[in-house]
């Protein structure tokens, strides 16, 4: 039995959640969201809690246990408290910030790159110390803006300059040491 889907997943206050045999619908302040699942795995409710099971130990049913039982997981906390994902830009002149609702980058371009947030996705810019929020209720939309904007400057590895996850271990590399002795 997979650790992960076996836990129930708990639906706090205020969100509602339809189920519709492997068709989830989650319903919460922050949004809604909609997804299938595999016929594979069995979806319940019960006293406010929602139970994934499987019919059997078979390889592609053990693979899509957890699976399963996380992203509905996801689903609740995203329309419950939402997602967050934070970016830092490091770089000499390198800033970030907000033009109405999209996100301009001055990243070493010979122009400024403005990013535009999908439905369900906002912005935030601490100028101060040069980071960006990626927010919203889908946690895997979040991830992929995320990437998209790192993407646009990923960090070199000789000065660290570029965009990147916060607390993220940028590989290093040592520079040119100098002339070799003949």
Not at 18 to 32: A, N
Not at 43 to 65: C, M
Request: aromatic share 6%; proline share 6%.
């Amino acid at each position: 039995m997979s650790r992960i889907g076996r836990m129930p997943v708990v639906v706090p206050q205020g969100v509602n959640v339809e189920i519709k045999g492997t068709y989830v619908k989650v319903k919460g302040p922050r949004g809604e969201m909609e997804r299938g699942f595999s016929p594979l795995i069995s979806i319940t409710q019960e006293d406010g809690t929602i139970l994934v099971q499987r019919g059997s130990n078979a390889p592609t049913e053990r693979a899509l246990h957890g699976t399963t039982r996380a992203m509905i997981s996801n689903m609740v906390t995203g329309v419950s408290s939402g997602f967050v994902k934070t970016l830092e830009i490091d770089g000499v002149g390198y800033r970030a910030e907000l033009a109405g609702n999209n996100l301009v980058l001055y990243v070493g371009y010979s122009h400024p790159v403005t990013v535009e947030p999908p439905e369900g996705i906002s912005f935030e810019v601490d100028t101060r110390t040069r980071q960006i929020r990626v927010m919203g209720y889908n946690k895997e939309q979040i991830g992929q803006v995320a990437a998209n904007i790192r993407e646009i400057r990923p960090p070199e590895p000789y000065k660290g300059k570029g965009i990147h996850y916060l607390g993220e271990k940028i590989r290093r590399k040592a520079g040119k040491a100098g002339k070799a002795k003949k």
